[in-house]
């Protein structure tokens, strides 16, 4: 329905009903198959809670997104239903926030300069624009560079629809043996999976949710995608892509892993609330669920995301170029991370100053190398990151002083998603399985990929990987199934 087509007693009644749905709990709505919020009030929380500077919300209603922005937010509202005004004034004022703008226009149309909006907003709201293209062209517009769009649409834009596996429908999927099950759908694991639906095998990809490139802003060293290209586009046009092959997918937190010989039994934890057991058997299995990144542990957590993946970087390869000659924090975990880092991290800048959090302390022969290197080793514990708009610009410590930077960082080690395969003996170096050229372990029906084995954690690697492993077992049932005979030509006896 066109919000332009309605006549104005239908507006002043949307706008009266709408005023009522404020009252709505959103902690009383469930959220199905979304690992990371159980409900949408969480959701919402955790999309505008620390939003910050300029944000404008398309078509906000009557303000039911209002309570969850921080109260001192500079808030523009474009709602072309004049009535709907009065009530967002209202809500505005209840909920404390002070900087509120009201204008009408429609996405179309935002009036508002460019290059001047820190965040735009809409939710539920796409589905009733009459131009979709031209009201994403005027969100680039009015965006600043780095700006955020955030969205909670039940638009299709793709219009792709994936197999996804629910608590609904997962039991007609329990007593089939897929060829493989593939645990992690980030960059390694779709890879995997579209190269295994194009090979005509039956494959299921299980996933937790938060992939280590969903932190990534920018995609670097990437071929062929645009190097500002967020790591949640890759993953989205991934399962897109994956789900237009008829793959499954189950969001779930894969438990236990057991071999029984000709099939493994896969245990998957399914839903955060009131969840449910199920077990999955499979010929083959892609061990692909990566690590994820140790921060520096502050009381607020908050504050270390409001930087991490923006220029608080975890991985040199990724984002060295990113550093180059900038004034650099480097955060270590340990004296090892020290010697292994930082004097390659020279390489791209020699502006460097360590912080050890006070959780280790640095022995004197390598105090000695850092500072004929001219590099500041600095052990009092950290207080908070200092900065705006996700730019991390200095460091307060505990005792007051502050530092300035530019950049930063993080090297205080990584937790391995691979506690499922513990009843499974595998080589292990360190605590990343080794593989062979083809990404097989040291089980004959078990690969890895990705971030989990011994190689570069690049998200270009991991795809390729993938491509690896599902080769690979696709060769191994080929060759078991035989070729395909022509069978009309056998009975007709056609030379
Ligand atoms: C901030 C940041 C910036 C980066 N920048 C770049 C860059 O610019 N260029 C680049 O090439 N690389 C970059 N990387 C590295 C890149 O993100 C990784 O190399 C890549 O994501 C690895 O892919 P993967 O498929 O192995 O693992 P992931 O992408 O981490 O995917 C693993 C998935 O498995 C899931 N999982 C884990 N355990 C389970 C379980 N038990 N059950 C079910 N699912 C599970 C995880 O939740 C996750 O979704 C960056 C990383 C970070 C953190």
Redesign the pocket.
């Known amino acids: 329905m066109k919000f332009s087509n309605l006549s104005q007693i239908q507006k002043r009644l949307f706008a009266w009903g709408m005023s009522k749905a404020n009252a709505a709990d959103g902690s009383a709505i469930e959220l199905i198959d979304c ?1 990371d919020y159980s409900t949408l009030a969480e959701l919402k929380q955790g999309l505008l809670g620390s939003l910050e500077g300029k944000v404008l919300e398309i078509g906000p209603g009557a303000g039911s997104n209002l309570s969850y922005y921080p109260k001192n937010i500079d808030w523009i509202g474009v709602e072309p239903n004049l009535f709907m005004h009065q009530y967002l004034e209202q809500e505005a004022d209840s909920q404390g926030l002070k900087k509120i703008r009201l204008s009408p226009g429609s996405a179309e149309k935002l009036p508002v300069e460019n290059n001047s909006i820190d965040s735009v907003v809409s939710t539920h709201v796409l589905c009733s624009v009459s131009n979709i293209d031209h009201s994403l062209q005027e969100i680039k517009r009015i965006l600043k560079p780095g700006g955020s769009f955030i969205f909670l649409e039940h638009n299709n834009l793709n219009g792709v629809k994936i197999m996804q596996l629910s608590k609904n429908n997962l039991q007609e999927k329990v007593d089939q043996v897929y060829d493989v099950i593939v ?9 995997a999976g579209i190269y295994l639906q194009r090979y005509r095998l039956s494959s299921l990809i ?17 071929l062929g995608l645009p ?1 500002d290209t967020p ?1 949640r586009v890759l ?1 989205q046009r991934g399962k897109e892509h994956y789900g237009s092959l008829d793959g499954d997918f189950l969001n ?4 236990d892993v057991t071999d029984e010989g000709e099939t493994f039994a896969v245990k ?1 934890k399914v839903g955060r609330q009131n969840s449910i057991d199920a077990v999955f058997r499979t010929k083959y299995l892609i061990a ?6 140790h921060l520096p542990p502050l009381d607020d957590m908050r504050n270390v995301y409001d930087y ?2 923006y220029n608080l ?3 040199m ?3 060295g170029y990113e550093m180059i000659d900038k004034k650099c924090g480097f955060f270590a975990g340990s004296e090892v991370a020290i010697e292994e880092m930082v004097f390659n991290l020279s390489w791209f800048t020699p502006y460097i100053t360590i912080f050890t959090h006070g959780v280790f302390s640095v022995s004197e022969p390598l105090k000695t190398k850092l500072r004929e290197h001219g590099y500041p080793v600095r052990e009092t514990p950290i207080q908070q990151f200092l900065g705006k708009n996700h730019q991390m610009t200095g460091v307060e410590l505990t005792d007051g002083t502050i530092i300035e930077l530019e950049t930063g960082l993080i090297s205080m080690g990584s937790h391995y ?4 395969l513990k009843g499974i003996n595998l080589e292990l170096q360190g605590n990343n399985l080794v593989t062979d050229k083809m990404c097989r372990t040291s089980h004959p029906r078990i690969f890895a ?4 084995k011994v190689g ?8 390729g ?2 491509a690896l492993a599902a080769t690979a077992i696709w060769r191994e049932i080929r060759r078991e199934v035989g070729a395909r005979p022509w069978l009309e030509n056998l009975y007709n006896h056609i030379d």
């Open positions: 690992p645990i992690g759908g980030g960059a390694g694991g779709l890879s299980i996933d937790k949710g938060k992939a280590r490139s969903f932190w990534m802003q920018e995609l670097h060293n990437y190097p790591g993953l779930g937190f894969v438990e998957v692909a669920s990566g690590i994820i990144d991490a993946g970087h975890v991985c390869v990724c984002d998603h691979n506690t499922y990929i990705g971030d989990l570069l954690n690049q998200v270009i690697i991991a795809a990987d993938g």
